[in-house]
């Protein structure tokens, strides 16, 4: 999967409107939702976002869905060697009070897969986030246009 192999200076999602949207329940806030478009051979995408526990309770990113993919999970990438590897984080992260996460290209995400169908820029993807104990959360992740990422546009 090379959509991940985002150099840093272009792992940023969309500017403006987009990226000033924000989503709460409870204490747990979600800002800047988005996702790059995918491409037509491709059947997954990534989510990215920004999740702060402003509450007092502590609380977990535990799953998430969404009617746009087949599945959607909660992942990280780690850097192996020289290369980076993707894993599923199957006890979704954790948020402590306080506790600030951002979700990027080449870092903590959520993986799309089973794409319904390609992902389009200026598109909306809507998806549920399941909290331990905040409960679920709906937002939408407004689709960027692809980017550069080495010598390729993803």
Do not use: C
């Not at 985002?6 to 939702?33: C, H, M, Q, W, Y």
């Not at 080449?106 to 319904?116: A, C, D, E």
């Amino acid at each position: 999967m090379s959509w991940f192999n985002r150099s840093r200076d272009t792992s940023e999602g969309p500017k403006g409107a987009a990226a000033a949207r924000n989503f709460v329940l409870g204490g747990i806030e979600v800002v800047g939702p988005w996702a790059r478009a995918s491409l037509p051979a491709t059947a997954e995408a990534g989510g990215f976002f920004t999740l702060t526990n402003k509450g007092a309770v502590p609380d977990r990113l535990i799953a998430a869905s969404s009617p746009v993919a087949e599945r959607v999970e909660i992942h990280a990438i780690t850097v192996v060697g020289d290369g980076l590897r993707m894993r599923e984080r199957e006890g979704g992260l954790a948020l402590p009070p306080g506790t600030t996460l951002t979700l990027k290209p080449r870092g903590y995400h959520l993986l799309l897969t089973g794409l319904k169908a390609p992902l389009e820029a200026g598109s909306q993807a809507p998806v549920t986030l399941a909290f331990e104990n905040a409960g679920s959360l709906d937002i939408e992740l407004a689709v960027a246009a692809p980017g550069p990422v080495g010598t390729q546009t993803l």
